[in-house]
């Protein structure tokens, strides 16, 4: 599978030449292991060399967290689609775009995030951007979700055999006794091997049994349904009777207001639900292609920041989108350390060292394993 990764290096002695000498080396006619897409960004306002520590540091765990949100957001469609793997992959869009296309035409949205605003108050708007857009998605995710979790709990009940499925749709008020002071219709569920012993034993299962009473009114591949009607007063001990002959007496009464309420929590729940799925269908598709973007904004920003402390100033540095060609990434990636490695630490394009960099470039890199020039991967959902 191809990779996707931002690195930057300095001039050499034009951004131009960077891009041209890299390209000869993976990606030409000659050494076709990739395709490179350089990009530029604007004149920030820099700063301090600490404040730039600083602000790498932050950066590195908003990129975590903003990769972690992408994730999620990415997993809620694909859920919301049933798992269809082709449409989860056509929905994941940013701008209009594929996510292929947006990267190869990545740059950076100058009308949103201004560079008369310093890297700091940048990262801060794009943060809050997110940070907005992850509440209001775990929001309409939870709504939605506690809505499903309704209509799974009232699709449980329509389903499984007779011993514990709705009834609503099996009967008929025909089949009842009602209004009577003395007596009931119960139901009663019978495994299909035993209806012949139903029919041979309920009349005695306990005095008060109405003869020829029980008639049998739906059937399953495991259970007949059987009604049969008795005195109330003898209810418990039929049920017990039943229960050890391992016929099982349905807790249900003839409600004609209750199941049609029921019936219309089904209708409403239902309705509410595809609602719901289309609203945060729609809300998911979106947000997933504004934190997309929102998060190679912020790899970007680490792009600039990491290179002005590793190259120097004034920023004079070419950053590159790398995409690798399918198991190539190792030679891409083995290639790039040998044709980088005379920049070692912190060099800038005239071959100067700032020790001031150079001290701080492990607490720049952190956990990240160190290499001669600036390299992030973009971890693709």
Known sequence: MAEYWFISAPADPTKQDTVA?????IASKSADYS????????????????????LSDDLNKVDATFEGIVGKLSDNLRTLLGDDTDQWRSNLSVNDKSIDQYLRQFQWNTMKYRSDKSLRELADVITQEVNSIDALMKQKMLNYNQVRGQLQGLHRKQVGNLTVRSLNDVVK???FVLDSEYLI???????????????????TLTQMIVPRSSQKIAEDDEYGLFTVTLFQRVVDEFTTKCREKKFIVRDFKWDEAR????????ADTDASEKELWSTV???????????FSCWIHIKALRVYVESVLRYGLP??????LIKTKPRQDKKVFDTLIAHYSKLGGAANSSGKTDEHIDENLQILLGDKEYTPFVFYKINLV
């Open 21 to 25: 000498k890299l390209k000869d080396k």
């Open 173 to 175: 008020k025909e089949y």
């Open 315 to 320: 920023p004079d540095f070419q950053p590159i």
């Open 259 to 266: 199941m049609k309420e029921e019936k219309k929590q089904m």
């Open 185 to 203: 219709t119960v139901l009663v569920a019978v495994p299909r091997n035993a209806e012949k012993d139903w029919f041979q034993t309920y009349e």
């Open 35 to 54: 395709e490179l897409f350089p990009f530029s960004l604007p004149d920030f306002k820099i700063g301090t060399l600490d404040s730039l520590v600083l």
């Open 281 to 291: 269908l729609r809300l998911c598709k979106t947000n997933f292609g504004e934190v």
